[in-house]
């Protein structure tokens, strides 16, 4: 397996605009999760699937925020409005059944001019 | 909610010296306790993991301790090189199956 896939590895634009992040997860994996790690908070989690129902999106800031999980090879994360104070890494990882590795992909390098 | 906290942020060692990473948790229910290395430009990485039934792990020079009274745990590196400079994050997780990372611990070894 090639791992988790986040797309696009880096994405720069500006406020106001509505930016997709993209992550494929290892095949057969259970759960599903997006972090944003910043300078001044770290790995936070935003959200996390288990077979593709959110379970939990109590760390998810603002309504801008959302996330989907059509199936169990894809998700997404969506920020409309994007604005400045959004511009993080936001990485994706997956894992399977039972408190187990939770493997990560490389990231997105989001930054909102 | 769930807490993890972790010291250092920094920490500089001599090549050949250990270093230590501690970490503390809330949440008395957690059963698992991975700890992560993150490079420069990449995902952080699973190095070593521990659950709860068991006291201490060991693996070649890496080391994990758990003390579920006190709700502390350690990594321990030993007999450090120049690619063991990374950021360490250690993490807590529950039934809830949820992790709640820590803060972070530059570590520098020093050549």
């Known amino acids: 397996d090639a791992g988790v896939i986040q797309s696009p590895r880096h994405e720069v634009t500006e406020m106001g605009q509505e930016v997709t992040l993209r992550c494929k997860p290892i095949?057969?994996?259970?759960?599903l999760f997006w972090y944003r790690q910043t300078m001044m908070r770290g790995l936070e989690l935003l959200i996390y699937f288990n077979n593709n129902v959110p379970i939990d999106d109590s760390g998810m800031p603002e309504d801008r925020f959302s996330a989907k999980m059509p199936n169990a090879s894809f998700s997404t994360l969506k920020i409309q409005p994007s604005e400045p104070r959004d511009s993080a890494v936001y990485f994706c990882?997956?894992?399977?059944?039972?408190?187990?590795?939770?493997?990560f992909g490389q990231g997105t390098r989001l930054t909102v001019v | 909610g769930e807490n993890v906290e972790q010291h250092p942020s920094t920490l500089s060692v001599q090549e050949g010296d250990s270093a230590v990473i501690k970490c503390t948790y809330s949440d008395s229910a957690s059963n698992y306790f991975p700890w992560y290395k993150q490079e420069l430009g990449k995902g952080p990485q699973l190095i070593i993991d521990?659950?709860?039934?068991?006291g201490e792990k060991k693996d070649q020079r890496i080391a994990v301790t758990l003390n579920k009274t006190a709700k502390h745990f350690s990594l321990h590196i030993t007999e450090t090189q120049p690619e063991d400079s990374a950021v360490y994050f250690c993490a807590a997780t529950s039934g809830t199956y949820k992790y709640i990372f820590g803060t972070g611990t530059r570590l520098k070894v020093l050549a």
């Open positions: 521990i659950r709860s039934n068991v």
């Open positions: 095949s057969g994996h259970d759960y």
């Open positions: 990882a997956s894992r399977s059944q039972g408190p187990t590795e939770a493997f």
